[in-house]
């Protein structure tokens, strides 16, 4: 299976930005998709972006704000957040999917430990 390692939350005031890292190690291994998922207390993980091996793109969640990227290497995925507000609130995973991005975290497969996000004052 995949590693996959969640990086770069932390505490940030109401619109401010963070850019989230997801380094994937264990390359070799087939994958399709990598997709970025959140989970506040008390509530289901939801989706939030996702990227293809060929490049395509879905952002699920505020694509005014949210925007998804990668490095050349295809060892990164990122997860730009601008904007932010106190709902966006939560853990954020990555997550690898062996075909097409799709919006259901159980589609997902080798999660990381996740990176906590708070926005507040």
């Known amino acids: 299976q995949l590693s996959l390692a969640e990086s770069g939350g932390g505490l940030v005031q109401p619109g401010g930005s963070l850019r989230l890292s997801c380094t994937i190690s264990?390359?070799?291994?087939?994958?399709?998709?990598i997709g970025w998922f959140r989970q506040a207390p008390g509530k289901a993980r939801e989706p939030v972006a996702c990227?293809?091996?060929?490049?395509?793109i879905t952002i699920w969640k505020d694509s005014d704000r949210f925007a998804i990227s990668r490095n050349n290497a295809k060892t990164s995925v990122y997860l730009q957040m601008t904007t932010l507000k106190p709902e966006d609130t939560a853990v954020y995973y990555c997550?690898?999917?062996?075909?097409?991005?799709?919006?259901?975290?159980?589609?997902?497969?080798?999660w990381g430990q996740g990176t906590q996000v708070t926005v507040s004052t």
């Open positions: 997550g690898a999917r062996d075909t097409e991005c799709l919006a259901r975290a159980d589609d997902f497969r080798d």
């Open positions: 264990r390359l070799g291994l087939p994958y399709e998709a």
């Open positions: 990227i293809e091996d060929s490049g395509g």
